[in-house]
């Protein structure tokens, strides 16, 4: 077991930095995770309004009344500069004058001076209050129209306008089983479970694989079998050992253990961590230096992260960045995660079609890998060092 | 009647278009240090390595311990040790570890093995370095780890691809005496080298290749008495006229004879007291000299005379 122990000691200088990005991951991906299962609804923000009421009337003070239900009002001093200055610091949005006549106009079908205002130009505040008096305004009248008395128009009106409508959003059949803050985990794992692989495996694997040590073990009588053997199985170890450890880390996240469906995603990863360790063995095939490792990582991780939905849902991606996608495994792990969290609907079938397509990268990583071995090997004797003899006249 | 250890038979590897060995044969006897001497690209190393089997060949035959060579001869390889040119440890390891690392991968059992690494790490003294890391390590203290790393198993045949490169005076005469050591404990060593002076310190016998063939082979005296040369004579004097040039020329096995302003150099092709007869012409002519030099031929000359070329005209 000397290739095995060899392997582990060098992964074990290698490992300090790789798994920066667990604990970096962990402590990120939990909070955020949480905070995104948390935040099921929107909150409005209440917008800072000085009202002058120029008007007068119950039906105007009815109107402040509705406004300060939805949003914050604020005393003013009804002079120029101060209101400039006002809107200037923003310590208020917007200003609303009721004008004179207001309750006339309202039981009236003119819609002009209403109201003047002041704010700042093109600011979402404007849009905001212009709507809602709007509503108000256009409620009030139909309410009127029905036959409702003023003051029952204007209650019921500002109690439609300000009603808010409850939002469940329905999870398809066979979502059920992976919670929002697993599903976000999962989808994160796709970066976590590449960089850190790529990160440790190759300068492990490059380091038993550099040309000079590889002939001198090939000197000795260790079967070149069991030489292989010895490095599968601690590429093995480390890669069952990493998977395992985010595994734990899941289960942490999805408060116990997994069930149903939920272990579609245990599967999904551990597929992807295969497509992983092909893709370092892919790249270790070219031997790359240390900083060629790094940049890769980054490349790989972080490029197929953002093209194939882990960090933006794949449904507010561009078709042309999609059709881009499917051809990286990213892309597949994604389209389960999407199935399971119900963001599309669950199908058995469709669901082994993605992750066998994912076992198919994997396979031919794997075989492009080897391919790429071989020429190197075979080739390996024309690069000797130290072999620069002349072509001899036959 | 000494066994044959190393049995090269008309060897051929190509690259294409290039020959790197044409018809090589080489016969090592148990016991030798054996000096494989050639320019850069005349084929050392691709013999080694096919010795190895690290390399395929084309044409001819490898054997080794009196069996034929092949990737799958471990039970050959165990008694194989190799020390390469370039380091070749790992900086994750200990000096101890590391050498345990290679001895590990021919001794299995871990007693033995223990016993092994430190005979080897007294060996090349590097005992009071065991826990230190390869960084730390001068470049003589790290060839002395790459030694022990190749000999720890205890092989009966070593191959020494010029293990002294980059290395301070001090580590190299300790190099060379361990290996000295190493052949009178009764191993045989083929040993290449770019330093003439080391390979005539030790090497018992000496193999020239040029352009992947091997062109002379012999004792350090067999190959010198190859050349024409075997004497140069030279003489510190003052005024020499052609006459004195003249009779110079005409003595027995003197060959060649050159003159600039003070010294006098002779060049001599067998024969005995050629420096007498030379200084004897000088005396009868009453002409004073002063220091006198009587060279043998190095097996650097020997080697440009026979290949055309300096050895170090450019490191490999």
């Not at chain 1, 212009?130 to 509503?135: A, F, N, P, R, V």
């Not at chain 1, 009603?163 to 999870?171: F, G, H, L, N, P």
């Not at chain 2, 190895?52 to 008694?79: A, C, H, Q, R, W």
């Not at chain 2, 067999?222 to 004579?233: H, V, Y």
Request: aromatic share 8%.
């Amino acid at each position: 077991m000397q290739v095995f122990k060899l392997f582990m000691k060098v992964l074990k200088k290698n490992l300090f930095t790789s798994m920066i990005y667990v604990i970096v991951f962990v402590a990120i991906s939990i909070p955020m995770a949480r905070s995104a299962a948390a935040d099921k609804a929107f909150k409005d923000t209440p917008i800072k309004i000085a009202v002058f009421d120029e008007d007068d009337t119950p039906e105007s003070r009815a109107l402040t009344e509705f406004i300060g239900r939805k949003h914050k009002l604020v005393e003013l001093e009804n002079d120029k500069d101060k209101i400039m200055q006002a809107l200037y610091f923003e310590t208020v949005n917007y200003v609303l004058i009721i004008n004179d006549g207001y309750a006339e106009r309202l039981v009236g079908s003119d819609t002009d001076g209403l109201f003047s205002t002041q704010h700042i130009h093109e600011s979402y505040a404007t849009v905001m209050v212009s709507q809602l008096l709007d509503s108000y305004v256009g409620s009030v009248r139909a309410y009127l129209a029905s036959g409702a008395d003023m003051s029952e128009a204007q209650q019921s009106a500002a109690d439609a306008v300000l009603s808010q409508a409850e939002v469940t959003i329905a999870r398809s059949k066979g979502s059920e089983d992976l919670s929002e803050a697993s599903s976000t985990h999962f989808r994160y794992l796709t970066y976590i479970l590449i960089s850190v692989i790529i990160n440790a495996l190759c300068p492990v694997l490059l380091k038993l694989g550099k040309k000079e040590f590889r002939f001198r073990t090939n000197c000795s009588c260790m079967k070149s079998a069991s030489y292989s053997i010895q490095v599968f199985a601690g590429s093995a170890v480390f890669i069952a050992g990493l998977w395992l450890l985010l595994m734990v880390v899941s289960v942490v996240q999805n408060g116990g253990m997994f069930t149903g469906t939920a272990w579609y995603a245990v599967l999904n990863s551990l597929i992807y961590t295969l497509i992983c360790a092909a893709i370092a063995l892919l790249i270790c095939s070219f031997e790359p230096s240390d900083t060629v490792v790094n940049l890769l990582t980054q490349i790989i991780g972080l490029g197929s992260s953002f093209l194939c939905g882990v960090f933006i849902p794949q449904s507010m991606l561009g078709e042309g960045v999609l059709a881009a996608a499917k051809f990286l495994p990213a892309y597949w792990y994604v389209k389960v995660m999407e199935m399971l969290s119900g963001s599309e609907a669950f199908d058995g079938s469709r669901l082994a079609m993605y992750m066998l397509i994912e076992l198919g990268f994997a396979v031919a990583l794997l075989l492009i890998a080897l391919v790429v071995n071989r020429v190197k090997y075979s080739s390996a004797a024309i690069k000797l060092p130290k072999l620069t003899a002349q072509p001899q006249k036959q | 009647m000494e066994k044959t250890v190393v049995k090269i038979d008309n060897l051929v590897k190509r690259y294409g278009e290039l020959v790197a060995l044409d018809h090589f044969s080489l016969e090592i006897k148990e016991g030798e240090i054996f000096g494989l001497l050639g320019p850069n690209g005349s084929g050392k190393t691709t013999t080694i390595n096919c010795m190895l089997s690290l390399l395929s060949f084309d044409k001819g035959n490898i054997e080794i311990f009196g069996k034929k060579m092949t990737p799958v001869s471990y039970d050959i390889k165990k008694d194989i040790g190799i020390i390469m040119q370039n380091v070749v440890v790992s900086e994750e390891l200990t000096v101890y570890e590391n050498i345990d690392y290679f001895c590990g991968l021919y001794i299995t059992d871990k007693k033995l093995r223990r016993q092994y690494v430190d005979e080897a790490i007294k060996f090349v003294g590097l005992e009071d370095f065991t826990k230190f890391y390869p960084k730390k390590l001068s470049g003589g203290l790290l060839r002395r780890l790459n030694i022990a790393c190749g000999i720890a198993h205890k092989p009966k045949l070593i191959i020494l691809d010029e293990p002294t490169v980059a290395v301070d005076p001090q580590s190299r005469n300790r190099i060379l005496e361990g290996i000295q050591e190493l052949n009178r404990s009764g191993v045989t060593i083929i040993y290449t080298s770019h330093y003439m002076e080391e390979v005539e310190q030790i090497c018992t016998r000496i193999a020239i290749m040029d352009k992947g063939r091997k062109v002379a082979e012999g004792t350090k005296d067999e190959l010198k008495r190859m050349i024409k040369n075997t004497e140069t004579i030279s003489i510190e004097v003052l005024g020499l006229g052609e006459d004195v040039l003249a009779e110079m020329r005409a003595l027995p096995h003197v060959y060649d004879v050159k003159y600039d302003e003070k010294l006098l150099v002779i060049s001599c092709s067998g024969g005995k007291h050629n420096l007498t007869r030379a200084l004897d012409v000088l005396q009868k002519r009453e002409l004073s000299f002063g220091r006198v030099y009587s060279e043998l031929p190095t097996l650097n000359e020997v080697f440009l005379e026979i290949t055309g070329k300096a050895l170090r005209d450019k490191e490999e």
